[in-house]
Every structure is written in structure tokens, then in C-alpha cells.
């Protein structure tokens, strides 16, 4: 899949020498069930990474670490300098610079796309509603669905409502994005339009992680590829050299599979 704006995309993007998340030595477990073994890994501001890897291998509930979905039990995890501990206030923090998008939109079907889009930042960030509306569309302009505002998210296709969600996302102005496969639950046709406005967001410098299959972005929007099994981090590489070039046997029967 490679397309003209992916090509653009990756020549413009910069990667600071600041870090936006550390991870050291991270355990998780779900009960008896060792989840994520000891995890370590670095992220500058302004990296967009790529976490793929086969279903179970604990993509998602890496990512819904970072966040503080979910709860790691030991090693430590900073997020743009905050460590998440089981402190609230460090929580609260973390959650309002990191935003999340999923693979199932969810998006309030009894409001309307504008109001999906100014309900957190009116209630949670207390924003006085014309401000936040103001926001909310531009956000809504951005993803190229501003005639959508006042529809209900049933009205619209999948790609526009998880378009919608991505908005949503900015609309509370994160410092890093994080998407866990936002676009596995999407008809073929409606791919495109959401990679597209991941890449737009790359270009502007966020800093993204991605747990997703589309290897095509990857190879174009990705500085690095992070290769997991088995709750492990296996591999990791430029984009360039982890497909090229794969070193563990792991990563090569995956990259058999789905290339
Ligand atoms: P991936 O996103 O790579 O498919 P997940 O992080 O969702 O993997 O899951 C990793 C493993 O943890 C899987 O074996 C899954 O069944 C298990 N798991 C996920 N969530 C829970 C949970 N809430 N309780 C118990 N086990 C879970
Ligand atoms: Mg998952």
C-alpha cells in the first residue's frame, strides 16, 4: 500500500531528544497469568511506533498500561515525566496528555457528533461550551467531517465515526496519541481515510503509538516497528530494516503470515 501523502508524510516528521515515555522493567499479570515480562522501552517525543505482533501477545494491554486502563505490578512507567503510581492525581494527569482511540469507536450513540466532541472538555476540563465547540470543530475540520457535527454517530460510516473518535481524542489536546487497531474493525474502503488522518497527525508531530496490522503505514509513517510475542518485546527496528531484515525466527513466521 503505498500512496503519495505516506511518501510525503515520513521525509517531514522530527523526533526530539525528549523523552514522552519510559518503561523499565515493567511486569503485568492477570491473575496467575504472566501477561507482560519485563518490558523496557523508550519513547522520544515525536516517534511514531508500530506494536504488531500475533493476537494475545499483549499489545493492547501494553498500551492500556501507559494510560492506566490497566494496572502493571511492578518496574515503573513515566509518562512525560509523570510516573504512573497508584496515585490519582498522577493518573488524572496522565490521562488528560494521552489520548486513546480503539478499535470499536465508542462514541455516545445519544449524542450528536458535537456534542461527543465537547462532552469531556466541558465537564472534565471545564471549558466554557462555545470555546469547546469552537474546538470541536476544528478537530472535526481536520478529520474533514465538519458537515457531520450535527448528526447522531449511527448516521455515519465506520471510518467517519472512528474519524469522529479521533477528533474526540484531540479535542482534550493530548501530547501523545495512542491507537489500538483503529482500523481492524473497518470495511477495505474505509481504511484509507482513517490512515489518512493518522499520517496528517504524524505530520504535525505527535507523538504515536499504533498497535496495528497495516504494514503499509508502518513502513511509511513508522520510525520504529516493535515486534511482540508472548508478552515480550521480540524485536525492534526501522521500519526499513525490521521487514527487510528480520532477526528472530518469531518475527519471521509473523511477517509470513501477514504480508
Ligand atoms: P493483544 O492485544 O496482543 O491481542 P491482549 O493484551 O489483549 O493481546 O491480551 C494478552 C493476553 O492477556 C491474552 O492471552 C488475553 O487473553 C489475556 N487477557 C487480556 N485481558 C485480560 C483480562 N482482563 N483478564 C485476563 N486475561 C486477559
Ligand atoms: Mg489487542
Request: with cysteine; glycine share 6%; net charge neutral.
Given at each position: 500500500m503505498e500512496s503519495a501523502p505516506m511518501a510525503e508524510a515520513q521525509k517531514q516528521m522530527k523526533i526530539?531528544?525528549?523523552v514522552a515515555i519510559e518503561i523499565r522493567g515493567m511486569n503485568k499479570w492477570y491473575g496467575q497469568f504472566h501477561v507482560l515480562?519485563?518490558?523496557n522501552m523508550t519513547v522520544q517525543k515525536g516517534e511514531r511506533i508500530v506494536i504488531c505482533g500475533p493476537s494475545g501477545?499483549?499489545?493492547?494491554?501494553l498500551i492500556r498500561c501507559i494510560n492506566r486502563l490497566e494496572e502493571h505490578q511492578s518496574g515503573q512507567i513515566v509518562v512525560d515525566g509523570t510516573e504512573l503510581t497508584s496515585d490519582l492525581k498522577n493518573i488524572d494527569k496522565v490521562r488528560s496528555e494521552v489520548g486513546m482511540v480503539f478499535q470499536h469507536f465508542n462514541l455516545f450513540p445519544h449524542l450528536t457528533?458535537?456534542?461527543n466532541c465537547t462532552l469531556a472538555p466541558i465537564w472534565v476540563r471545564k471549558i466554557p461550551k462555545?470555546?469547546?465547540?469552537?474546538?470541536?470543530m476544528h478537530f472535526l475540520r481536520k478529520v474533514k467531517i465538519p458537515e457531520q457535527a450535527h448528526k447522531y454517530p449511527g448516521q455515519l460510516s465506520g471510518g467517519q465515526q472512528q474519524r469522529v473518535a479521533i477528533a474526540r481524542s484531540l479535542c482534550m489536546k493530548p501530547r501523545i496519541m495512542l491507537f489500538d487497531e483503529p482500523t481492524?474493525?473497518?470495511?477495505?474502503?474505509?481504511i484509507k481515510e482513517v490512515l489518512d488522518t493518522m499520517i496528517a497527525l504524524a505530520e504535525e508531530g505527535m507523538t504515536m503509538l499504533c498497535v496495528t496490522h497495516e504494514m503499509g503505514f508502518a513502513q511509511a509513517v513508522a520510525n520504529r516497528v516493535i515486534f511482540m510475542d508472548q508478552g515480550q518485546i521480540v524485536e525492534q527496528n526501522a521500519p526499513k530494516e525490521f521487514f527487510s531484515n528480520p532477526q528472530s525466527?518469531?518475527?519471521?513466521?509473523?511477517?509470513?503470515?501477514?504480508?
Amino acid at each position: 500500500m503505498e500512496s503519495a501523502p505516506m511518501a510525503e508524510a515520513q521525509k517531514q516528521m522530527k523526533i526530539s531528544d525528549e523523552v514522552a515515555i519510559e518503561i523499565r522493567g515493567m511486569n503485568k499479570w492477570y491473575g496467575q497469568f504472566h501477561v507482560l515480562r519485563d518490558i523496557n522501552m523508550t519513547v522520544q517525543k515525536g516517534e511514531r511506533i508500530v506494536i504488531c505482533g500475533p493476537s494475545g501477545s499483549g499489545k493492547s494491554t501494553l498500551i492500556r498500561c501507559i494510560n492506566r486502563l490497566e494496572e502493571h505490578q511492578s518496574g515503573q512507567i513515566v509518562v512525560d515525566g509523570t510516573e504512573l503510581t497508584s496515585d490519582l492525581k498522577n493518573i488524572d494527569k496522565v490521562r488528560s496528555e494521552v489520548g486513546m482511540v480503539f478499535q470499536h469507536f465508542n462514541l455516545f450513540p445519544h449524542l450528536t457528533i458535537l456534542e461527543n466532541c465537547t462532552l469531556a472538555p466541558i465537564w472534565v476540563r471545564k471549558i466554557p461550551k462555545r470555546e469547546a465547540e469552537e474546538t470541536a470543530m476544528h478537530f472535526l475540520r481536520k478529520v474533514k467531517i465538519p458537515e457531520q457535527a450535527h448528526k447522531y454517530p449511527g448516521q455515519l460510516s465506520g471510518g467517519q465515526q472512528q474519524r469522529v473518535a479521533i477528533a474526540r481524542s484531540l479535542c482534550m489536546k493530548p501530547r501523545i496519541m495512542l491507537f489500538d487497531e483503529p482500523t481492524s474493525a473497518l470495511d477495505p474502503e474505509m481504511i484509507k481515510e482513517v490512515l489518512d488522518t493518522m499520517i496528517a497527525l504524524a505530520e504535525e508531530g505527535m507523538t504515536m503509538l499504533c498497535v496495528t496490522h497495516e504494514m503499509g503505514f508502518a513502513q511509511a509513517v513508522a520510525n520504529r516497528v516493535i515486534f511482540m510475542d508472548q508478552g515480550q518485546i521480540v524485536e525492534q527496528n526501522a521500519p526499513k530494516e525490521f521487514f527487510s531484515n528480520p532477526q528472530s525466527e518469531r518475527t519471521k513466521l509473523f511477517l509470513s503470515q501477514i504480508l
